[in-house]
């Protein structure tokens, strides 16, 4: 352990030499060449990091002083193959048959314990994902989403508009986190089509020189700062035109199912960086809505890979589904009417307690894609 | 690169590290060992957990963690896996199995990457536990009775939002790169289970743990640590620093109690103190660092000279108040360190010295040593302690089948 190894050093050079571990032609696919595992009470040194797809075989020796156990894992911890009770002094051999991903190996002296772990990559041709029904299914379930979504945006942006080209503030304002609430359900989709999500939700300090300042945060300022919504209409129409393109663009594009699991981790990152700090929303301080519709959009993302999840990762599903509830439970306790409170009426604990629960969720969901990924 | 690599040659840096992998580079697969002396990392296991009498090294980033889950076995789960980052990145291993770059592009890497080629660091890991988390678990009978929050002190403005916290972690390492990226991926991984409270990062080693270092400065300009209990010194540590058989749970035998205190220096006022001040309230000199009167650093104080009719070192000097013998024989093993936070937007150096002392029982250790000194130090016109905690750190872990905590919560 607290050696590298000579084998796995060369290796990791070659794959670091190619740039990609996709490509790497030097695994020793088909080889009977074993992998030798030097385990200790403090150390488990596995000769080699990777392998190429099919049987590979293991060739543990125990060194140490207590009787120990050696693992390989996929994701979620599931069993691939193990040898148990190797006692002192004894070597033991384990054939298991692997398919391209990432897996963890593990010695487990005294037999307990999470055991001391490494990394193992095996490469080698795969389908592509696209081919896995239950991904596929995904990705259809989520574009009748952003289309349920879409329809309501453009319904809403177009009652906000005609509200601010009315003159009445009061309306567009009520309308202004309703309409917004749509937009944030889907936005990675929207920011696919990416010249035009500045244009749409940019803020301010945001634009370069020669940019206008256009879109949902340019009427929020007209109406919370300014107050002053009578030369609102032309940037109104644009918003609504742009919102239009989007529409159209998102629902003819298809989504790939890593994408959908990119997007589930990016709108709680949204969360994160944005709605937390009140940053997004900072005239009209209406941040909470689009919090709700973020982790909303997110789930939905979520929702759709789920059979797939299911196969893959049952224990990550459970996780997801607790910590999604605990974030709408946290969320919750901020409402107020239909809506919500106010990002300045949350205290500094209030916002910390929201903060660590989409931290919590957001970890687990960073593992999606690459579960997605590997097949 | 998927691990960091270990070099043991101080000063050799990552130069030689690089030349030891092209050289396997050159060899294929083939199994010439690359430089490999450990020297450079402090072990992980053992009887005792490093960074405690370990000397001291020269960078820190201490954190403090809420728990936030109500589920036990989530943080057990936590727990083991912070153990086995741990004893990675220890060994200048990154902190997860696929490494910052080793695993497939999809995921996010289970390293942050930015210990990327930099050996061990002498990086250590402490853990500790702090009052709060015995409450929160129903862990009452295993809460020792000597792990109690510290009192008021007189004069204290603690700051309850930088003190406190269920678990401490103390990070020690050669470059604060390492120290950093330790906690960093610790808080990473703990996300959604713990979160951090607060975290305080220090620069220079205000104390020396070991008869082989020289005595460090702290942000005064005095030479801190000289009457410091020292690794060397085995029987006073068995006295002094490990908790022993029947001191109180079993699972903390072994084991150390953990304080620490922020405290804020007003060195712009401190540096406006004439030279023969600053050596009054501290009882030393601030050249050689001995005692007033004395002439060499170690040489014992004399607190009944006197100079005349008043004593050579002040009633309320520093190092008499502080001193064992003005505390029922009281030692603490210190190991601060110096931190500025930026400035404080008076234009004041946010500056102090983060405290950190290791004892056998605070209430024998810290608490009487430091009554004293809140009472009547002459310093105390140049400190503000902002931030106080308290943790029992158990004893270290023999093999890689123990877990941090392990004995407390199955
Ligand atoms: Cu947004």
């Known amino acids: 352990m607290r050696r590298i190894t000579a084998a796995s050093a060369a290796s990791l050079l070659l794959l670091a030499g190619c740039g990609s571990s996709g490509d790497d032609s030097s695994a020793a696919a088909g080889s009977d060449d074993k992998i030798a595992v030097a385990a200790s009470d403090t150390a488990c040194e596995v000769a080699k990091s990777e392998s190429g797809a099919g049987t590979v075989t293991f060739a543990i020796s125990n060194k140490g002083d207590k009787v120990t156990e050696f693992y390989v894992y996929a994701a979620g911890d599931r069993v691939m193959g193990e040898v148990e009770n190797i006692a002192p002094g004894l070597s033991r051999d384990l054939h298991v048959e692997l398919t391209a991903g990432t897996y963890e190996t593990a010695c487990k002296p005294g037999m307990i314990g999470k055991g001391i772990r490494?990394?193992?990559?095996?490469?080698?041709?795969?389908?592509?994902?696209?081919?896995?029904?239950?991904?596929?299914?995904?990705?259809?379930?989520?574009?009748?989403?952003?289309k349920s979504q879409t329809g309501a945006l453009i319904d809403k942006t177009t009652e906000f508009v005609a509200a601010v080209k009315a003159g009445d503030a009061a309306k567009a304002k009520a309308l202004f986190p309703v309409s917004r609430t749509y937009w944030e359900r889907i936005e990675p989709v929207a920011e696919i089509f990416g010249d035009l999500d500045p244009a749409i939700d940019g803020r301010e300090d945001g634009l370069e020189p020669g940019q206008d300042f256009t879109g949902y945060h340019r009427l929020e300022k007209d109406l919370w700062q300014t107050e002053d919504i009578s030369k609102s209409g032309p940037i109104a129409d644009k918003l609504l035109v742009d919102v239009q393109k989007i529409v159209d663009q998102a629902n003819s594009a298809s989504l790939s199912p890593l994408q959908l699991a990119n997007g589930a981790k990016e709108l709680l990152d949204e969360v994160a960086s944005g709605k937390i700090t009140g940053e997004e929303d900072r005239y009209s301080h209406t941040d909470l809505w689009d919090f709700a519709a973020n982790v909303e959009g997110s789930q939905a993302a979520i929702a759709a890979l789920r059979p797939a999840l299911e196969e893959k990762d049952p224990a990550l599903v459970k996780t997801l589904d607790e910590r999604f509830a605990a974030v709408e439970a946290a969320l919750e306790t901020h409402r107020s009417g239909d809506g919500w409170k106010l990002h300045d009426q949350l205290s500094q604990a209030d916002l910390k307690v929201l903060s660590d629960n989409i931290n919590a969720l957001a970890e687990p969901i960073s593992t999606v894609a690459g579960l997605v990924a590997g097949k | 690169m998927k691990r960091r690599r270990m070099i043991g040659m101080a000063g050799a840096g990552v130069g030689l590290a690089a030349a030891g992998g092209a050289f396997a580079l050159s060899q294929g697969s083939g199994t010439v060992p690359v430089a490999s002396s450990s020297?450079?990392?402090?072990?992980?296991?053992?009887?005792?957990?490093?960074?405690?009498?370990?000397?001291?090294?020269?960078?820190?980033?201490?954190?403090?963690?809420?728990?936030?889950t109500k589920n036990r076995a989530e943080l057990v789960t936590m727990l083991e896996n912070w153990t086995a980052a741990a004893a990675r990145m220890t060994a200048g291993l990154d902190a997860g199995t696929m490494g910052a770059v080793g695993g497939i592009p999809e995921s996010p890497p289970d390293d942050t990457g930015e210990a990327i080629g930099l050996p061990a660091s002498g990086l250590t890991l402490t853990i500790g536990f702090g009052p709060s988390l015995f409450t929160k678990f129903g862990l009452g009978k295993q809460r020792p009775v000597a792990l109690e929050d510290l009192p008021h002190f007189p004069g204290d403005a603690i700051d309850a939002t930088i003190s406190g916290g269920d678990i401490g972690i103390q990070a020690c390492a050669h470059d604060p790169q390492v120290a950093v990226h330790a906690i960093r991926n610790l808080a990473r991984m703990g996300m959604g289970v713990v979160s951090v409270r607060w975290s305080q990062l220090g620069f220079g080693r205000t104390s020396s743990t070991s008869t082989s270092q020289a005595t460090p400065r702290n942000l005064f300009g005095f030479k801190d640590g000289t009457a410091n209990l020292k690794a060397e010194e085995t029987a006073l540590l068995d006295e002094h620093l490990w908790v022993r058989d029947g001191d109180g749970p079993s699972w903390m035998t072994g084991g150390s109690y953990l304080v620490t205190r922020k405290i804020r220096m007003i060195v712009e006022t401190w540096d406006r103190t004439s030279l023969g001040e600053q050596e009054a309230i501290v009882g030393r000199t601030k050249g050689s660092g001995a005692p007033l009167g004395s002439s060499g650093e170690f040489d014992e104080p004399d607190f009944s000279a006197m100079s005349g009719n008043i004593p050579t070192i002040p009633v309320d000097a520093h190092v008499r108040l502080a001193h064992p013998t003005q505390n029922q024989g009281a030692r603490l093993l210190r190991r601060g360190y110096n931190f500025v936070d930026g400035s404080d937007g008076l234009g004041r150096l946010n500056a102090g010295l983060f405290f950190i002392a290791y004892q056998r029982d605070p209430r024998r250790g810290f608490i009487p040593v430091q009554t004293a000194l809140a009472r009547r130090d002459s310093m105390n016109e140049y400190i503000r302690h902002i931030s106080s905690g308290i943790f029992a750190c158990p004893p270290g872990l023999e093999a890689a089948d123990d877990f941090w905590g392990r004995k407390l919560f199955t």
């Open chain 1, 118 to 146: 490494n990394g193992f990559t095996v490469t080698g041709s795969a389908a592509a994902l696209t081919e896995d029904a239950k991904l596929a299914q995904a990705t259809t379930d989520y574009q009748r989403y952003v």
């Open chain 2, 39 to 68: 020297g450079d990392a402090i072990p992980f296991y053992g009887v005792r957990q490093a960074g405690i009498v370990t000397p001291a090294q020269d960078r820190l980033h201490f954190v403090a963690f809420d728990v936030i």
